[in-house]
């Protein structure tokens, strides 16, 4: 999912991902939706924080930047079905 930098901050964002949050909980069998998002991206990661997300790994220096910094990568999953981290298997 992304969101065009001159549609941010309108609720764009958590509209999309309520909606495909419901139908990954309607679905069956569907038991884990990963993403990966970068480091640097503060907004995206407290948005999928606050629906439940929780990062996995992190992949060190994935992206270099124009400025010679690196930018890690997030990996996040999210468990329709409300596993508890103790089932959670990986």
Known sequence: MSIQEHFTGQGIG???LTEFLKWAE???GLEKVS???YASNKRAISLYDK???LEDA???KL???AD???VDDVHMSYFP???TVSNRQN
């Open 51 to 53: 629906f439940g997300f």
């Open 63 to 65: 992206r270099k930047e």
């Open 35 to 37: 993403l990966e998002v």
């Open 58 to 60: 992190r992949v060190e």
């Open 68 to 70: 010679g910094s690196y």
């Open 81 to 83: 079905k409300k596993l």
């Open 26 to 28: 309607a679905e069956e």
């Open 14 to 16: 958590k509209k999309l």
